[in-house]
């Protein structure tokens, strides 16, 4: 027989080679029979657990120091040094575009107000350019629609929208006619006023 036994028990004959748990004496007094095991049977007890060694250092990394890492102890305090003044720099950066942003949305009102000046400034000054840039924008209208209306009068067919353009033609030359213009685009040799005091004399 076998003097070690296995940690489940099992004790080998060594004269046969047959393993079995061999009787013993429960707490009460009674006796256990000897057990046979079957060859090939091992029991989880006995079988070896596999140990990784990446993992068991993972494990014990807080219990004690890691070999090897006396000399990253002074890289680590550079390290802290270095981050700690990045971090201060860092810092300054951030409260300078703090205050780069806060006098920059200020500014940026100021100029928000003087652009709006300006323009209502221009646009007071110049209703003349504003009567002629109507204008012309009325004119290409016009002779856009009236090119439509030539093709749907030689047999082309038309989109619902450009025949919606020809349908318009005399609403444009009534508006070119209230800015002053003719039905050409061109400027009328009486001008608005003439028709204004031409209506007043007929009433």
Do not use: C
């Not at 350019?129 to 629609?145: I, P, S, T, Y």
């Not at 318009?168 to 009486?190: S, T, Y």
């Amino acid at each position: 027989m076998s003097a070690n036994p296995s940690n489940s028990g099992i004790v080998v004959d060594e004269g046969s080679g047959e393993r079995h748990i061999p009787e013993s004496v429960r707490p009460d007094g009674t006796t256990r029979k000897a057990i046979k095991i079957r060859p090939g049977y091992r029991p989880p007890e006995d079988v070896e657990v596999y140990k990784n060694r990446t993992a068991e250092t993972f494990r014990s990394r807080g219990k004690g120091p890691v070999p090897g890492s006396e000399g990253l102890k002074d890289d680590d305090k550079a390290a802290e040094s270095h981050s700690s003044a990045s971090a201060a720099k860092n810092a300054k950066r951030r409260e300078a575009r703090k205050k780069a942003k806060a006098s920059g949305e200020s500014q940026g009102t100021d100029l928000e107000t003087n652009k709006e000046q300006p323009k209502e400034a221009t646009e007071d000054l110049d209703p003349e350019v504003e009567r002629e840039k109507k204008a012309r924008n009325l004119k290409k209208k016009l002779r856009q629609a009236k090119e439509l209306k030539e093709k749907k009068e030689t047999g082309g067919s038309l989109l619902p929208e450009q025949i919606a353009k020809v349908i318009k033609i005399n609403e444009l030359i009534r508006e070119l006619d209230a800015l002053g213009f003719d039905a050409d685009g061109e400027p009328k040799a009486a001008g608005p006023v003439a028709a204004e005091t031409d209506d007043a004399v007929e009433a």
